[in-house]
T-cell receptor
Framework: DQQVKQNSPSLSVQEGRISILNCDYT??????FLWYKKYPAEGPTFLIS?????DKNEDGRFTVFLNKSAKHLSLHIVPSQPGDSAVYFC???????????FGTGTRLKVLA | DAGVIQSPRHEVTEMGQEVTLRCKPI?????LFWYRQTMMRGLELLIY????????DSGMPEDRFSAKMPNASFSTLKIQPSEPRDSAVYFC????????????FGPGTRLTVL
């Protein structure tokens, strides 16, 4: 059973608009969350993370929001650029350890 | 920095054959991970090494899968015998230590078992 779920397999957004990627998790013990970005024929690359003691973390155009009561996190990209077109994976871990549980990914397409 | 290196990038084999995937982690990194990516299950951790020692192999699907890390700069993932359901993309990742929040992934090996 998937403990980390990305229910939208794909998303299309116009350049300059906001992209919102969603992720739900089932284990309330998860305390560290990450987003990775993956381009075709490349490995995933780390994008941004958030600890469960926070509800928001921002890095440039990327912001991750965490709603612990809803067991939900989201990644906002503002403004979206064509170079952001990629597959985005969310991941969760217990105690900030190495053992990441990944979702199945959401393919973002930013239209020029 | 060359990053994590994996070989081969693509492997096509027939059911029952032995498959060996190779990984060279980033120099100086103490932790190494093997993942498998499928459409249905996303990225799954297969095995984790720390300082060349297997720490957690709970994700290895069955005895047909084995992994070794004979030294700090090389690791292999072997499937023997291979089956069509093993078809997936296999990633190797490394990190400076087990507590860092960043794992650096290689480009992956796309395995197809006919």
């Amino acid at each position: 059973d998937q403990q980390v779920k990305q229910n939208s397999p794909s998303l299309s957004v116009q350049e300059g608009r906001i992209s919102i990627l969603n992720c739900d998790y089932t284990n309330s013990m998860f305390d560290y969350f990450l987003w990775y970005k993956k381009y075709p024929a490349e490995g995933p690359t780390f994008l941004i993370s958030i600890s469960s003691i926070k509800d928001k973390n921002e890095d440039g155009r990327f912001t991750v929001f965490l709603n612990k009561s809803a067991k939900h996190l989201s990644l906002h990209i503002v403004p979206s650029q064509p170079g952001d077109s990629a597959v985005y994976f969310c991941a969760a871990s217990l105690g900030g350890t190495y053992k990441y549980i990944f979702g199945t990914g959401t393919r973002l397409k930013v239209l020029a | 920095d060359a990053g994590v290196i994996q070989s081969p990038r693509h492997e096509v084999t027939e059911m029952g054959q032995e498959v060996t995937l190779r990984c060279k982690p980033i120099s100086g990194h103490n932790s190494l991970f093997w993942y498998r990516q499928t459409m249905m299950r996303g990225l799954e951790l297969l095995i984790y090494f720390n300082n060349n020692v297997p720490i957690d192999d709970s994700g290895m699907p069955e005895d047909r899968f084995s992994a070794k890390m004979p030294n700090a700069s090389f690791s292999t993932l072997k499937i023997q015998p291979s089956e069509p359901r093993d078809s997936a993309v296999y990633f190797c990742a490394s990190s400076p230590d087990r507590y860092t929040d960043t794992q650096y992934f290689g480009p992956g090996t796309r395995l197809t078992v006919l």
